[in-house]
């Protein structure tokens, strides 16, 4: 897309995440590209772990951490009490995981976007809760196994890009670590526009997912190239624009990467690879 | 000085209302629940009308408008919210993360009856189940003090750093017509000094907050809220004798009614306070020596406040119109606390009466106060009506 990532030295070095980790990538790319006029609140999750234990902070902008379902309506008091004081340059960023964001903050969440809150809420999104141990969230994708269905997931995984979308706010977009200059653009472009921006990062995780260390850009990228997770645009929740989207790679090359689906049966496989077939397809009719 | 007021005809929420105006409370995160309902209102038709400049922010949940207080107030700006009941119930883990946080939020909470099963009725049991949550707690008996109150709850708040609630019961207080004194506003600026933290969210200053602690760090934080916590009933009687000054009105932390020689305090807070008082007036003029005890400023509890009153007192009768299964009534609870240790301590005869809204009448005090005169205290509160 021609984009080169402009960064500000905000997120260092020195932070507790695994190495290898994708959600560090992605902390990077969004506050560096937010800059120093920031306020992040972030929830319980592996993000909170990495923004630091008091008194030290990996991010050179203040930290509210909230608990675990309230992040949306926390970043609305902080804007809000901006605007009553005359400050409309600084931002607010929410950086929350999926199980905050698609399970227990999405009340808060939806109010926050149906009311148009003038924030960006990024959710890096690893499919599970893996802070805790790797727990089942509802961002879980379909049969993978986790600590809470080792058998495999029955159900299918939201499509919160869709839901976040039907709320009509003025931007949302999906994006993942394994494209770094496609994020921070689109991080970029939620920082220009005014009230609520979403942003949905798909974060692979090392250890809930069963990746080499080294395996993280390269299962974002196959998540894409097969068509699971399309990264694409929506503004107002109609103008949508297709970033990059799938290149025909089978599911079980993306699969074959992590160890939550290597008890599936070819049928299994099969099944899933019609699923995401039909999705894509659904996907490709807006934009 | 005592003109510089107006003097209106309103409800005891609508007069809460006229307070956080006076305060000028700049974010007011809100969340409908009746009976709390007229308050929030009569700021939105205040804000509506030019009157109030304010962010209303109508968040989809009592927990959300409670977690959007508290980052307003980290921010740095005066903030106020109002709640009831099931709302009440459901901010609880803000309630803690409020004090943790230290945020001088005021809240008005209108006691409602809790669910299940459903009722609207009044019944301190909603507040007074959040007594541990860190928040400093008052209880008002009539719109008038709710007025007042608010005021001073911010000067308090702001001064310890720490939320308030001011609290009155539904319907008795809430919704029942008064005339109430409006200070003006040059007299409300003259009480209460703006609202400017030197710790707050912002970038040019870098500060974080609520980041992950040790145990140490832990321990110290807990302390430090406790000391601020042990500052407040100075604060607040301060608090009280300078909003005296400017407007004539004060209530003190506690208010002591004809104790004088008194064989017997009748104990209570809230609406009942203004029935106890006829009663104790009844039983002067039949010549029974009986006083009232006034709890206004529930948390912190005012021990050392009540231990003075009832020096030499024989016997309290506490009425509490609230309930906690296994234990019973709170006031009852406290003062039976308060009071453990003194020489020559009172006998304490805890009574529930009106807890689910039931009316308690001057009637039914003198019944009750009769029956104190007579019986023994038991160990537990005893169901009265």
């Known amino acids: 897309m021609g984009y080169s990532i402009a960064e500000e030295k905000i997120f260092n070095s020195g932070h507790a995440a695994c190495p290898g980790c994708s959600e560090a990538l992605a902390i990077r790319y969004i506050v560096n590209t937010l800059g120093r006029d920031t306020i992040a609140v972030v929830p319980p999750s592996c993000i909170a772990i990495i923004s630091g234990p008091q008194p030290y902070s990996s991010m050179r902008i203040p930290v509210y951490q909230t608990t675990l379902e309230s992040s949306a309506a926390s970043a609305a008091g902080i804007k809000r009490a901006l605007k009553a004081k005359g400050n409309d340059h600084t931002k607010v960023v929410v950086i929350a995981g999926d199980g905050g964001t698609y399970d227990i903050g999405f009340q808060a969440l939806s109010s926050a976007a149906e009311r148009n809150e003038d924030f960006i809420y990024v959710c890096l999104d690893n499919e599970g809760y893996m802070n805790t141990g790797a727990q089942k969230s509802s961002s879980t994708p379909y049969l993978a196994y986790t600590t809470s269905t080792p058998s495999g997931k029955p159900t299918p995984k939201k499509n919160l890009a869709e839901i976040m979308a039907a709320h009509g706010i003025p931007y949302v977009a999906t994006a993942t670590t394994g494209y770094p200059d496609d994020l921070a653009r689109k991080v970029a472009r939620a920082r220009e526009l005014k009230g609520m921006r979403f942003i949905l990062v798909l974060t692979p995780c090392l250890d809930g997912w069963g990746l080499a260390d080294n395996a993280g850009p390269k299962t974002s990228r196959l998540a894409v190239e097969s068509g699971i997770f399309p990264l694409y645009e929506v503004e107002d929740g109609v103008r949508y624009t297709l970033n990059y989207g799938s290149k025909g790679i089978p599911v079980g090359a993306y699969f074959s990467q992590q160890s939550r689906f290597k008890h599936l049966a070819q049928a299994q496989l099969d099944e899933i690879q019609t699923m995401v077939d039909v999705n894509w397809r659904r996907l490709q009719t807006k934009f | ?385």
């Open chain 2, 1 to 385: 000085m005592r003109k510089e007021h107006t003097r209106l005809l309103l409800n005891g929420n609508h007069a809460v209302a006229y307070g956080v105006r006076l305060a000028q409370a700049k974010v007011i995160p809100v969340y409908p629940i009746t009976p709390q309902t007229p308050i929030v209102e009569k700021i939105s038709e205040f804000q509506a009308r030019g009157e109030m400049e304010v962010e209303l922010m109508t968040a989809e949940s009592e927990h959300s408008a409670m977690s959007a207080c508290i980052t307003a107030s980290l921010t740095g700006v005066r903030v106020f919210t109002a709640t009831a009941s099931q709302g009440l119930m459901l901010m609880h883990e803000m309630l803690h993360y409020a004090s943790g946080a230290r945020t001088p939020i005021v809240m008005a909470n209108v006691n409602r009856t809790i669910g299940s099963p459903w009722g609207f009725w009044p019944d301190q049991t909603d507040s007074l189940a959040q007594r541990d949550t860190g928040w400093i707690q008052y209880y008002c008996e009539h719109g008038q003090e709710s007025l007042d109150t608010v005021l001073q709850a911010y000067r308090v708040a702001e001064q310890a750093l720490l939320p308030a609630m001011v609290v009155h019961e539904a319907f008795y207080v809430s919704h029942a017509l008064e005339a109430v004194e409006v200070p003006d506003q040059t007299i409300a600026d003259r009480y209460l000094p703006p609202f400017d933290p030197p710790h707050r969210l912002d970038p040019e200053i870098g500060e974080s907050w609520g980041n992950t602690v040790n145990q140490d760090m832990f321990h110290r934080h807990r302390h430090d809220l406790g000391q601020a916590m042990e500052r407040v009933p100075g604060l607040a009687r301060e608090a009280d004798a300078e909003y005296k000054k400017l407007t004539g009105r004060g209530y003190g932390i506690i208010e002591q009614y004809r104790c004088d020689g008194a064989k017997l305090v009748l104990a209570t807070m809230g609406s009942m306070a203004g029935t106890a008082r006829e009663a104790a007036d009844q039983l002067r003029s039949a010549g029974v020596a009986v006083g009232l005890l006034k709890v206004k400023l529930f948390r912190p509890f005012p021990t050392e406040d009540v231990r003075k009153a009832l020096q030499g007192v024989p016997k309290v009768m506490v009425l509490d119109r609230n309930f906690a299964p296994g234990t019973g009534g709170f006031l009852h609870q406290e003062l039976k606390a308060a009071l453990y240790g003194m020489e020559n301590a009172p006998s304490v005869h805890g009574y529930l009466a009106g807890v689910g809204g039931t009316n308690v009448s001057p009637a039914n005090i003198l019944e009750l106060a009769q029956a104190a005169l007579t019986e023994g205290p038991a160990a537990n509160s005893v169901w009265k009506g």
